[in-house]
């Protein structure tokens, strides 16, 4: 079971990323790119929360419910530099957004291909 | 205030002042470049404390400066030739543009050549090495022509060539611990014959490339030929002498001493080797500069030579050679910028007979074509005479005839030279041309006479570098004032011979001026018999195109032998290659992006052979 | 060609991870580390229920002043990079071209659009002690505001507010922070100088809840920013300075 | 300590940063001059910090009250000062630069300052910070704020330009969050201090490859060589004195982090090894590819590329003598860069093309801009009398001393290579006939009191190389020294 898990929940961590990974490096289409980036910082972030996880563990909030009781909490740092690192996923998707926007504006396509203006 | 830190400020404020006197106006830059042109010498010989030292430490790097014996005669040359060409150059670059930048950098070139001299320690030898490096190469593309190929060529072999000396000065620093000359010196016997070579030749491929020697001579006919000539005799006379200077002390200290001899017969026969090709080139060279260019290149080659063979007496003759050779290059390269200033020309097929319209330049370079050519009661004999005698009696036979059949050749140009500039016939369109400024004749003069002078009495030059070869590890070396005595036990005595040729050469000058006025007549250049061949007005018909038309026939297949297009070769081959490894960058963001895939991929699969896990 | 190679390197960087993670069993609690004394201190010391939060605002406010950087970051950039001469003065407004939606929608983003803002609140004002916190508040709030925006044409965002929510929100931030440099005990910057009040308690936590208040208005206003550039500069015409 | 805290390195330009539209709205100027004020502050209290430093007593400042461990901590030692407080000098020295530098509007200038405020805060952020994860969050605000620097020009191919920066610069994060995550897993920290206690416990196989996620996350950002396809599309451009602040400020913050978590937190044998080749390979591709650039600022950030990669040689060697001579190197291409990108700032300020061509004969009618940018190209080709002159040489000496001759002979080959790119330029600029009808931009006096200053700062180092070198020396110590610095970060650890 513990294999299992371990296996099953990074292994899905891990084909997200990778799945993000391959369509930044293969898709043509920016927003194909962009869209790809997501899903790799998607992977990643459900990556974080599963190495944060312990065996029946609780959400680690001091509820009046589980005050004063003996259980077993969930490593919450993990969960706070997540939260941080989808915002920063955030903020850096919008700005790639914008800037998908703005090569197609003056490209008039978003095939990454087409767009090398700068080079060597 | 310590005399030496004072004459390199004297010379950087110089600099400066002459920057900004030239940037107010002109007349107020001349005059102060003319005062400073003064005062260095001045100050040098009179004011100078010889035995004083300056030492300081900067970034945990000990910097000494204090002058010997050899370094001292080295300035003598920088002394002398650098103010004469200063005041020269007033002359010469009058009304030219940027004129600030032009003293700037001259100056700035003497002070680094001056610093050389004085250095103790590699760090600030090759401080000053660098200064003298950017401040010529901005006098080498002065006038704007040929700055991708002359200039860069420049920059590139002198960048090649410092950097070189940088690696060896880290190598030592890294076996002795220190940067100081005589640490190095000292230590020199206990490395390993690896280190010995790798330092040693290090040094010596900076140092030749400055003296311009074989392989490494390509960026100087260019660089020579397209600075403004004022900077060039310093350029050939002095800044060339650097060279000679550090491999002075390289092949004569080092390896000379330390059983080594090798290496510095391989330098010998690259000087001799040098000296022949440069001097055929030279023969063919059509502009006046070019071969003065090439004869320069000749010239360093016979002094290498001497060093490289390292024994007392031929050093001694390269050193007097060199001395020699800074003079009357500098004189012949002081006339050929007044030719061109005041004929607009230096082509030897279009310029002639300027002897009497400049009777002043054409003494002088007289006087120095004879230094030059060795002919008798000249220095340059009696240099000659001393590299000949080494090396016969040190068995280099072969080299003898080198040297000697690169001697004879050399009074073709040196013929050349004086009859297209000076001789034959005056062209109607010549008329016009007047003796050069008094500021431009003086220092030629002065140079000239100089070299009359030693060849009456070498002794006066030998002296000091006697003196200065005691730094080389050669005691007690045996000099006569006008006397030269040689191991077969002959002697002659200069100062008769010395007489004796200038009464016949005036008694013939006055004999011939005689007789060339009762039987001469006038013809134009332009009436040439042909038969029965068409002469087109854009036919260069002046007898000094094509001058030895024969013999360049003969020697065709070693001039075809151009090294200069190898290394054009190797230099767009580079380009190309440049131009191939830049594609790598092939502005897909993509790519990009794979590139760190893939560098990841190559680092987690060797992380074994890497990390060792 | 190129995706087979891509694929293999994907491959490759799978198998290396994943027999890297593998030796960090899922679920297992293997570290002593910093994690007990922050599940220790949260409720005891600061007050403050959900130990997320607490981490968040307090051990690690560092790290979300810089979060809260990233975004306003974000909305500074979207902005530079979409700017245009928009002619605000000529009193033509930006139009969106998007068809209008259907009145069905139109009227239940209506009905929707105060109750997301609400909850949006009710999130960001509780952070301290249920799941949730400012950004999660920020993001709902800025959901409703897209609602409406995707659904009327016509509805448009004052810009002027939002900066000077921005400005108000941020600024709070970075100032009770810097209050902690003089009232607080170490004199520490980001450190809680009010009273910790009692756990599970709305006004507990000291400055955690206003902070976590001032981020939320803050992550509500750029995001709605953002959402609101990218929806609208689109349209305008041409901006002279291109191509 | 209330008034020269290093906590207002950050918060005083993030709280200028948000509340600069409200200073726009009461008098418009102030958008301008507000960040200056902030600029010269911050510049002060770095240098009344770091002037006052007691030799191996970093300021240690812990926020929110927590000691380090447990909350995050900033350090102010003779290392990270020196890097900070070059970063602060240059900010200033960038918005002297680019106070009126181009007249783009108010709206748009309120944003420029913004993210340049930002790019400052980020960038200091990432030097001083104790803790890692934090150093991720300030490289982030770093990254996206160059994005949209990079992008501020409309009309070039700057959008173009700062996507290829924004697809690498997301695969660094990712990777640098890869490797915290795998760190924190095994130490259960993210203290750096504490990392680098706990990290000799760490499985070698396991510490090998969080190295090289770091070295892929942090070499991007330090431009080494197979990753930094985005440098010269974006110094290119940005607008100028963004090139000047990236060379001087993004580029130091990414090789300091990277030489922080590779000397102080995560030993891993073998890790400087690949550093010396990959810096190798750096500057081997970029001063070639430099070569035979046509546009000149695309060359100059080729020769950044080539810097920096000679900066990771030099820390590669692991010595004593390797880190005094990469600081140097470091210091230098800051400042020789930024002077550089600044003077070309204006040399090409209105040729749309950008060409090296298009500067023939500009020394006659840009004397000034010329003339700096010739100082720059003599300095960073290490000529003496100026400073680039002692940071190469001390940077042989290093390498000599690690008995790596081969390395020498191939950094000075490639310096041959610089030589010509650089004198090419300055033959054109100053020996060649101007072209007709050029449009000439003369530099406004604060771009010339901006430059002036780096070239005094130049010149003044380069004849006298002990202004810095004592500091040097001590950040050196400082950071060799890693017991002490653990020591001072975590005093109540027993080391063991």
Redesign the interface.
Known sequence: MQEFLTYGIYGTAFFLMLLGLYAALVKKNLVKIVIGLSVLDSGLHLLFVAVGYISNGTAPIFSPAVVGKNVVMVDPVPQALVLTAIVIGFGVTAVALALVVRLYRKHNTTNIDEIKNLKW | MNSLVLLLLIIAGGALLSYFGHRINQLLGNITVFIVALIIPIYWFTQVDFTETVSLT????HLEWGYNMYGKLFSMIVMILSPLALIYAIGYMKDQKKLA?FYFSFLFSILGMTGILMSRDF?SL??FW??M??SS??LV????KD??KT??KY??FS??GA??M??AI??I??NTGSMMLADYFTAFGGFSLQTKL?TGILLMFGFALKSAVMPLHVWAPGAYSNTPMAYTSVFSGALSKMGIYGLGFVVVNLFAHANMSIVGDVLAWLGAITAVLATFSAIFQDDAKKLLAYSSIAQLGYIVTGIGIGTELSVMAGLYLAILHAAFKGVLFMAVGAVERQAGSTDMTVVSGLVRKMPFTFFASLIAIIALAGIPPLGGFVAKWMLYESLITNGNFLMVIMIFLSSTAAFLYCYKFLFGLFLGQQEPEFDHVKEASPLMVVPMILLSLFLMVTGAYPGIVLKYIAAGMTNLGFHDVSWQMSVLTNTWGDSVNFQHIFLAVVVVFVAFLIFLTWRGYKHSTKVSTKDISVSGEMIKPEDNMTYSKDFYKPFERVLQPILKWKINKYYDEFGKGL?A???F?????????????????????I???F?KS???? | MKKVIIIGFLGVIAYYLLSAFASVPFGADLIKGVKDFYLDKSPNDLKVANVVTSIVVNFRGFDTLGEVTVLFLASTALGSILYRRRSHDSGLNPQRTAPEASALVQTGAKVIFPFTIMLGAYIFIHGHLTPGGGFQGGAIIATGFLLMLVSYRKFFIEHNALTWIEAIAGSTFVILGLLGLVYANNHNFLENFLPAGKLNDLLSGGIIGIIYVAVGFKVGAEITGILDTLLTVKETGLDPEEN | MVISDPVYFIALPLLTAFLLPLFGKIYKPLIGIIPGLVFAFIAYISFDLYLNLVPGKPIVIQLAGWAPPWGINLVFSEFSGFVVTLITFLAFLVWVYSYNFKKVGFDNSKKYFTLLMLLVAGSIGVVLTGDIFNMFVFLEITAISSYGLTAFYKGRDSAEAAFKFLLIGSLSSTFILLAILLLYKQVGTLNMAEIAVKAQSIDPKMKSIIAILFMIGLGIEAEMFPMNGWVPDAYSQAPGPVAASFAGMLAKSGIYALVRVFYTVLEVDGIFDLLLIMGILTIIFAEFSAMRQTRLRRMLAYSSIGQMGLIMVAFSFNTKAGIFAGLFLMFNHAIIKSLLFLASGFLTYSTKQKKIRDLDGFGKIMPFTSLMFGLGAFAIVGLPPFSGFWGKLNMLVATADSNLYFVIALILLVAVVEVVYYFKVIGRLYFRQQHKEVEVHKPTWNAIAAMSVLAIVIIGVGIYPDLITDYLTKATNELFDKASYIHNVLPNLSLN
């Open positions: 900067i970034s945990g790097f930048t760090v090759f401080i660098e200064i490096t950017w190469y901005l593309i002065f006038f704007g700055v991708e200039g860069i920059m590139v960048a090649l950097y070189a940088l690696m880290v190598i620093n890294n790798l380009e290659l440049f131009d490894m830049r594609r790598i960058y092939t502005g897909n963001g993509q790519t990009y992006a794979v590139y760190v895939i893939t560098f990841l991929v680092l987690l699969v992380s890497i990390f060792g896990y």
